[in-house]
C-alpha cells in the first residue's frame, strides 16, 4: 500500500484484538490484489434500534487504480453482528468479491457472450433423418431431425447456412449438434 492502514474507532472503544484481525484481514486482501493504494477501516456500533440489537458496522474504503471500493455492511438484522468477528468476516467478504470483479475488469475478464459456431449443411440423408455440418473451423458435425429448431429439418438443403450448439456427448458418427437452427 502506498498509505499506511487507517483504523478508526467511533463509539466503540479502541481494541488490540480488535486492530490486529483488521490487519490480518487487510494483508490478506493485498496478496490477493496487489494494487491497493489506501484502506481506511471504520468500526462503530449501530445504535439500539427496532430489532436491530447493538450490531458491529464496519465499514472499508479501499483505494485501488480506477476506483474507491465502499463497503458499508449495516442493513442486515441479524443476532451474529452483535459479534465483532461475524461483521467483521462479512465486511472483508464483500470487499474480496469486489475487488474480485475489479480484478477482474482490468484483466478484460468480464465474461463475453460466446456466439454458438456456425457452419453449412455438407451432407443430408433426409429418409433417414440426418446429416452432417461443417463448421466455419473445418470441424464435422452430425446433427439428427430431432436436433434441428423449429421443425425445419424438411427445409434444409446441402449448403443451408447453420447455427449449431455442439454436445458434450460424441455420436457414433463423431461429434454430434444438440441444436441446429436454420439461417438462410
Do not use: C, W
Request: hydrophobic content about 35%.
Amino acid at each position: 500500500m502506498d498509505k499506511p492502514l487507517e483504523i478508526r474507532f467511533h463509539d466503540v472503544p479502541h481494541s488490540d484484538f480488535i486492530e490486529a484481525r483488521i490487519r490480518e484481514k487487510v494483508d490478506e486482501l493485498e496478496k490477493y490484489f496487489d494494487h491497493i493504494s489506501s484502506v481506511r477501516v471504520v468500526v462503530d456500533k449501530e445504535s439500539k434500534r427496532h430489532n436491530k440489537g447493538n450490531a458491529y458496522r464496519i465499514r472499508l474504503f479501499i483505494h485501488v487504480p480506477g476506483k474507491e471500493i465502499v463497503v458499508n455492511h449495516n442493513q442486515r438484522a441479524d443476532p451474529a453482528r452483535e459479534d465483532f468477528r461475524f461483521a467483521l468476516r462479512e465486511a472483508f467478504d464483500a470487499a474480496y468479491r469486489e475487488l474480485k470483479e475489479h480484478k477482474e475488469k482490468i484483466r478484460g475478464e468480464v465474461k463475453q457472450h460466446v456466439e454458438p459456431p456456425q457452419g453449412r449443411v455438407i451432407k443430408l440423408f433426409k429418409d433417414q433423418g440426418y446429416g452432417f455440418i461443417e463448421l466455419t473451423d473445418g470441424q464435422e458435425i452430425y446433427f439428427h431431425r430431432n436436433a434441428v429448431v423449429n421443425g425445419d429439418f424438411d427445409r434444409l438443403e446441402v449448403g443451408a447456412r447453420v447455427r449449431v450448439h455442439v454436445a458434450e456427448n460424441e455420436s457414433p458418427f463423431g461429434p454430434q449438434a444438440s441444436t441446429v437452427h436454420l439461417l438462410d
